[in-house]
C-alpha cells in the first residue's frame, strides 16, 4: 500500500482528495520536482530544493518552507513506501479556490503533495549492463518558459508519445533554428572529438539536476571537456555519442536516432568513463 503526503497528512493514496477547483487541476498551475533515492539517500537532494524555490518564487506561488521540512517528508515517504529506490513526487500548486478565474487569487493556501514511486536501480557503468536508448525527434513545439518545472506538462507529454507510439524511448526535440532544445523529459548532451557538448541554459531547457552534477563532477574530478553552447541537429546526427540525463535515467546512452545509429551504434567510451564517475560521486550532492 502506498502511502502519499498530503497537506501536513500522511495517508493512503486512496484516501488522498484534492478538491476538483484546485487550480492544479483547472490549470496546471504549479510546480513539481522528482528527486531520485537509492537505499535511503537521497540524491541531489539541495539542488532540487533550491530549484522548487526558485521555480514557486518564478510563477509566484507562496509557499516558503525550510529545506529540512521538505526533507522530513521526503524522508517519511521513503520510510513508509517498500522500495529499495524510490523517487519522491513533490507537487506545489496555487490550490483549490472557489471559482475558476485566471488571476491569482491571494492569500489561498497551496495545495503540497508528494508520493513515492519505484525508480529502477542506479545505472550500472558497465557497457554490458546499461540500458540502451532509440529516440525519435520532432520539433519544439513547448512554450518558451521550459525552465519553468512547470506541472502543465501537456506539451512534454505529447513530445515523449510522438517517440513512444513509434516503439522509441524518448525524443529529441529541436527548435525552428534546427536547434536541439532537449529530450520531452531529459536533457541532452551529444560527444565529438572527445568533447562534450550540451546546449546553455535558457529559456528553451529545463536547467536538470543531473546536468548540474554532471557538469560539476566532469569539471571537478577529470579532464574531460565540457562545452555549453548552441548544438545543431546536423551534429546531432554526426556526433560520436548522444547522452540523456535525468534524475531516474542518470546518464542514458542513446544508439539510435530516427532508425539511424550514432557513431558505430554502440555505447561509446566516453559514456563509460562519464557515468563512472557520475556513480562515484554523485551521493556528495
Ligand atoms: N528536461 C525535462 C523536460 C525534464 O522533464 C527533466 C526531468 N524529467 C529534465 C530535463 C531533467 O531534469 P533532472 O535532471 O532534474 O531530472
Known amino acids: 500500500m502506498s502511502i502519499v503526503y498530503l497537506n501536513g497528512e500522511y495517508l493512503p493514496m486512496q484516501e488522498a482528495k484534492i478538491s476538483p477547483m484546485d487550480r492544479g487541476f483547472l490549470f496546471g498551475d504549479g510546480i513539481y520536482e522528482v528527486i531520485p533515492s537509492y537505499d535511503g539517500k537521497l540524491v541531489g537532494f539541495a539542488p532540487h530544493i533550491q530549484r522548487l524555490n526558485e521555480g514557486l518564487q518564478l510563477i509566484g506561488i507562496n509557499c516558503s518552507r525550510e529545506q529540512q521540512e521538505w526533507r522530513e517528508i521526503c524522508e517519511q515517504l521513503i520510510e513508509k513506501n517498500d522500495g529499495l529506490n524510490l523517487g ?6 496555487r490550490g483549490a479556490d472557489t471559482k475558476r478565474f485566471h488571476a491569482y487569487p491571494e492569500d489561498l493556501p497551496a495545495t503540497v503533495y508528494a508520493f513515492a514511486f519505484e525508480i529502477p536501480a542506479a545505472s550500472i557503468a558497465d557497457k554490458s549492463k546499461a540500458k540502451t536508448y532509440k529516440v525519435s525527434t520532432t520539433e519544439d513545439l513547448r512554450w518558451q518558459r521550459c525552465n519553468i ?11 515523449f508519445q510522438h517517440g513512444f507510439s513509434r516503439g522509441y524511448n524518448e525524443t529529441i526535440l529541436f527548435n525552428n533554428n534546427n536547434e536541439m532544445t532537449e529530450g520531452s523529459a531529459c536533457n541532452a548532451y551529444i560527444v ?14 529545463l536547467p536538470g539536476i543531473t546536468r548540474f552534477m554532471l557538469l ?3 569539471s571537478r574530478h577529470s579532464s574531460i571537456k565540457v562545452e555549453e553552447r548552441i548544438v545543431t541537429m546536423d551534429e546531432v546526427f554526426n ?7 535525468s534524475s531516474s535515467k542518470e546518464i542514458a546512452p542513446v544508439v539510435e536516432i530516427d532508425g539511424s ?3 558505430n551504434g554502440k555505447i561509446g567510451d566516453l559514456w563509460l568513463a562519464a557515468q563512472t564517475l557520475y556513480s562515484a560521486h554523485k551521493a556528495d550532492y
Open 149 to 159: 518545472k512547470s506541472t502543465a506538462l501537456l506539451g512534454n507529454v505529447m513530445h
Open 216 to 218: 560539476d563532477i566532469l
Open 88 to 93: 519522491i513526487y513533490l507537487h506545489i500548486s
Open 261 to 263: 545509429p550514432v557513431g
Open 239 to 245: 556526433a560520436d555519442e548522444v547522452w540523456l540525463t
Open 192 to 205: 565529438k572529438n572527445g568533447m562534450v557538448i550540451t546546449p546553455p541554459l535558457d529559456n528553451q531547457i
